[in-house]
């Protein structure tokens, strides 16, 4: 009797977990005690053993992908079981199909499409590529680049495509030896994590059939019987790859999801488009190819009478207007700048901010950093000497340095400063572990080093998180004052202004001074006013004195 195994709950908060690898593949034989699979949870990444005997018939969780707890993750039974019952979600065997000597041939063959569709079973060898979760906030993935094409062979560990994040664009590589048989999300389309990305398998396999063998999507044995038609047979197999729509003069288009959803936002007919695709079939190229015809201009007649003409009446031409063409162009926006809009959002809207701004001496900064840069080997810049003067602020004010949970504030023994850094689609913020144990010149070399990897899209995911604390400057702009959003689940950032020289009164006197603003933002659920006003208080008195921050 076959044995339905569930994904485990491997930890006490664990709802969901993910398959890191499989140790066994469908067809092994299993022994008791056997390590199934390596899961992870939101913990750690554990082995998961059996605990029966068989062979594994059946794997409901690909390699990669998520699933709640007590998910269909396996069935494990006699060699050669039926296990349709089990796939169908009833106990009993899948029904004997009958076939009856008026269908056609066709029809045959679409209905063990379809029951195959609804028993979700996939043909031996074939591996369907899901669209990965590549960061731990990604819920949608864009596939920058295809470095393989349908038809060709795909060796493990080949880069299958480049694929843009919420953070950046890494290479996906393949799991899997085999030919690509099917792309489902085309290049700059994007689709969210756990959509079908593509299909590897054996030379020849039938992708109608194994796109079908999707449970959410099947059709009924019975109804699939049912069509005999050819062209809703062939309708039926163009499915999930192609959509039909009617135009105006009852002929059907055929075009690809992508290049509909184009055509849309571009406003154009897609029975004016020719489809360079199979059979005609409209994909992205031509839409992006797309050029409207020019419609000829309608020839006014001139008015005649039989007694008199009808003088035409002239125009009155404006002068001296300017003479223009209205025009605009929507760009699509980026997976970074789409998440961007959603935390900042998010945290705009539910921690309440408010701002707190002082006034800084900087002239001892000046020529302290004057100083350290005399030195051999040496670059300090003052956005270093601020990021410096936070992380020690925080160790003196913890109450800063904490995350609001609802029920309980979250204090962080550790001060991890995040550093905004502009790129050309964005912004990313690479983070400074333990910051307060770092000298000056340190996280100069860490500023410089981890900015330039963010402009290239090289920093991984790791590198941007864990921030405890946020610091943003645009003086280098010649903003002399600005405010930042939170970086939740920070409870405060710092908006860094340019130095500005500026009459200043000391002892007594007007002299010239160089100041600084610096504006902190404070999420008024964990940080009080007062406790906000210290903490710049401390930060001010380390920037004004520069020397006990090398203490």
């Known amino acids: 009797m076959a044995e339905v195994i569930n994904m485990p709950r491997l930890s006490d908060t664990m709802e969901e977990g993910t398959v890191a690898k499989w140790l066994k593949k469908v067809g092994d034989k299993v022994e008791e005690g056997d390590i199934l699979a390596e899961i992870e949870t939101d ?11 068989g062979t594994l018939l059946h794997i409901g969780i690909q390699e990669g992908d998520g699933a709640p707890v007590d998910t269909l993750l396996a069935i494990i039974g006699d060699e050669g079981e039926d296990i349709s019952g089990f796939l169908n979600g009833t106990s009993q065997a899948a029904a004997t199909e009958d076939s009856s000597s008026g269908e056609t041939s066709k029809t045959d063959d679409i209905s063990e499409s379809a029951a195959m569709e609804v028993s979700g079973e996939i ?6 590529i899901k669209m990965p979760r590549l960061s731990d906030t990604m819920e949608e993935g864009t596939v920058a680049t295809w470095l393989k094409k349908v038809g060709d062979t795909v060796e493990e560990g080949d880069i299958l495509a480049e694929i843009e994040t919420d953070k950046a664009t890494m290479e996906f590589e393949s799991f899997y030896s085999g030919t690509l048989l099917y792309i489902g999300i085309e290049e700059g389309g994007s689709a969210p994590v756990d959509e079908v990305l593509a299909v590897i398998g054996p030379e020849g396999t039938d992708v109608d059939t ?43 288009i055929f075009a690809s999801p992508l290049a509909k959803k184009m055509a849309q936002e571009k406003g154009i007919d897609l029975s004016a488009v020719n489809g360079s695709g199979d059979h005609g079939r409209i994909i992205k190229r031509d839409i992006e190819n797309y050029q409207p015809s020019q419609s000829p201009q309608p020839v006014t007649q001139p008015v005649t009478s039989t007694s008199e003409e009808v003088p035409a009446k002239q125009p009155v031409v404006p002068i001296n207007l300017p003479v223009g063409e209205e025009s605009s162009e929507e760009i699509k926006n980026s997976q970074m700048r789409k998440v961007i809009a959603k935390r900042l959002g998010e945290s705009k809207f539910t921690a309440p901010h408010y701002y707190l701004t002082i006034e800084v001496d900087m002239d001892n900064a000046m020529a302290s950093r004057k100083q350290i840069n005399d030195l051999p080997d040496t670059k300090v810049s003052f956005n270093d000497m601020v990021v410096k003067a936070c992380a020690m602020a925080l160790k003196k004010h913890p109450q800063v340095n904490t995350t609001w949970g609802g029920d309980t504030t979250i204090y962080k023994h550790h001060v991890h400063i995040g550093v905004a850094v502009a790129v050309d689609e964005g912004l990313v913020v690479p983070v400074l572990k333990f910051t307060d144990q770092m000298s000056l010149t340190q996280i100069g070399a860490s500023v410089k080093d981890l900015a330039g990897r963010a402009r290239n899209k ?16 645009l003086g280098m702009f010649g903003i002399v004052e600005f405010t930042s959003i939170i970086n939740q689940p920070n409870s405060a950032i710092l908006s860094v202004g340019a130095i500005v020289q500026k009459p200043v009164v000391k002892n007594g006197e007007i002299v010239v001074g160089n100041t600084m603003k610096v504006t902190l933002a404070c999420d008024h659920r964990t940080v009080d006013g007062a406790t906000g006003a210290q903490y710049l208080l401390t930060l001010r008195s380390y920037l004004e004195n520069p020397v006990t921050m090398l203490a």
């Open 43 to 53: 913990k750690a990444t554990m082995e998961f053993e059996s605990f029966h005997e």
């Open 123 to 128: 043909p031996e060898g074939v591996e369907i």
């Open 210 to 252: 194994v796109l079908n063998a999707k449970p959410s999507t099947g059709m009924a044995k019975e109804e699939a019987k049912s069509v005999t038609n050819e062209e809703t047979v062939s309708e039926l197999k163009a499915e999930g790859t192609t959509e039909i729509i009617s135009a105006s003069d009852g002929q059907r």
């Open 458 to 473: 090289k920093l991984t995911p790791a590198e941007m998180e864990g921030s405890t604390f946020t610091v943003s400057n």
